[in-house]
């Protein structure tokens, strides 16, 4: 790691870097089939995506996963609760990066900063207003090993407001950053300017 | 057509939760498409179908969900044999903890650190498995339970083992892709049995 990057030590919506552990393929290693399983051209700048693509086919089906949970517009939980979802998942796990990354979505897609932020600093206990708190409650619950998701969490978030799909929603983001935050804690570290 | 995640979730066809994760396509087949390439790839390159059904074997005991502990030891025992199948067993009953915990970078959030469960798998099982599974072993229960704990350190005993990078990739995506699809299947049980 290069002696300008420090390590966070606390939960940000600022721009935060990540340094792969282990070596990424090169661009000038990637054949047409990485290429494919890299989804978006762009991301052959990435690191990231450049060491993921070691196995095509996991990436690709990861990648194509999550557009599908956090990107579909068809009913279910708007946007934001989505994004909520993640940065609780990625708070209780501990992913300083995939937090940042998804408390600005969050904060964006809802317009509540202030919120997002009382999340980050406060943990998943902080008062959000009932949605959001249901929102929260059921994806750390999901995130406990063994799960501890119950009746009491779908019920919650049905009497705040959720309908079928959207509970379905806010369990797969949940579950997808379950995968998401130990591929990203794993593989490197996030940096930010010493 | 039923999936892994509808056996696991118990989604019947015809079902509300089949019409409900009909409404979500592409997440349901790349799901399933993630499950194939981690689990039954056309080429295992470097970790072989034993091994992969060995870690997701472990990985199901350490998350106390029996309908995956059930279809992954089923996968363990066809690929990579029954004493294999009984050693995995054992090695998760002996190495169970709770999630998630660790330790964060020192600063504000260090008032929130949990001590890392141990692990240590007993001398005949580590003897069984060998020394490339015993090491990933020990490096799917951090990553199951105590995943900020991360470290770039981590990697050398899986290296010494034989790991290569394409396979520590696989192995990573595998135990994490597991930490998904348990959960998933765990809480569309819990959405279409709650009335």
Same mark, same amino acid.
């Given at each position: 790691m290069s002696d300008s990057l420090a390590?966070?030590?606390?939960?940000?919506?600022?721009?935060?870097?990540?340094?792969?552990?282990?070596?990424?393929?090169?661009?000038?290693?990637?054949?047409?089939?990485?290429?494919?399983?890299?989804?978006?051209?762009?991301?052959?700048?990435?690191?990231?995506?450049?060491?993921?693509?070691?196995?095509?086919?996991?990436?690709?089906?990861?990648?194509?996963?999550?557009?599908?949970?956090?990107?579909?517009?068809?009913?279910?939980?708007?946007?934001?609760?989505?994004?909520l979802a993640a940065t609780a998942v990625s708070r209780a796990n501990g992913c300083i990066y995939c937090a940042s990354v998804h408390a600005r979505f969050a904060a964006t897609y809802a317009k509540r900063e202030a919120d997002v932020d009382r999340l980050l600093e406060e943990g998943t206990g902080a008062d959000l207003g009932e949605r959001w708190n249901a929102i929260v409650a059921a994806s750390v619950a999901l995130t406990a090993t063994p799960i501890a998701f119950g009746p009491a969490h779908v019920q919650r978030l049905r009497a705040a407001g959720l309908d079928e799909l959207g509970i379905a929603d806010v369990i797969q983001s949940a579950a997808f950053f379950n995968w998401a935050n130990r591929l990203m804690l794993a593989l490197g570290g996030a940096t930010v300017p010493a | 057509m039923t999936d892994t995640i509808d056996r696991l979730a118990g989604i019947a066809p015809g079902s509300a939760l089949e019409k409900i994760r009909a409404g979500r396509p592409a997440a349901r087949d790349h799901a399933e498409a993630s499950h194939r390439a981690l689990l039954s790839p056309d080429a295992p390159g470097d970790v072989s179908l034993a091994e992969r059904f060995a870690v997701a074997r472990f990985v199901a005991g350490l998350h106390g969900a029996p309908e995956a502990v059930a279809l992954y030891a089923a996968g363990l025992a066809q690929h990579g044999g029954a004493a294999l199948a009984e050693a995995v $067993?054992? !090695? +998760?009953?002996?190495? @169970?903890?709770?999630?998630?915990?660790? *330790?964060?970078?020192?600063?504000?959030?260090?008032?929130?650190?949990?001590?890392?469960?141990?692990?240590?798998?007993?001398? $005949?099982? !580590? +003897?069984?498995?060998? @020394?490339?599974?015993?090491?990933?072993? *020990?490096?799917?229960?951090?990553?199951?339970?105590h995943p900020r704990d991360a470290a770039p350190e981590r990697f050398a005993p899986l290296q010494a083992a034989g790991w290569t990078p394409d396979g520590l990739v696989t192995l990573s995506q595998l135990v994490a892709f597991l930490a998904f699809q348990i959960r998933v299947a765990a809480g569309l049980r819990v959405l279409a049995t709650t009335p």
């Open positions: 390590e966070p030590t606390a939960f940000t919506r600022a721009q935060i870097g990540w340094t792969p552990w282990l070596p990424p393929l090169t661009e000038a290693e990637l054949t047409p089939r990485h290429l494919e399983a890299l989804i978006d051209a762009a991301r052959a700048k990435n690191p990231y995506f450049r060491l993921l693509a070691r196995d095509p086919a996991a990436l690709q089906h990861r990648t194509l996963a999550d557009k599908d949970i956090f990107y579909n517009p068809e009913g279910g939980a708007p946007r934001a609760d989505r994004e | $067993a054992q !090695a +998760a009953a002996a190495t @169970a903890a709770t999630g998630p915990r660790g *330790a964060f970078p020192p600063g504000p959030l260090s008032a929130e650190d949990s001590p890392a469960p141990g692990f240590a798998l007993p001398p $005949a099982v !580590a +003897a069984l498995l060998g @020394a490339k599974l015993a090491t990933a072993f *020990a490096y799917a229960h951090f990553l199951v339970f």
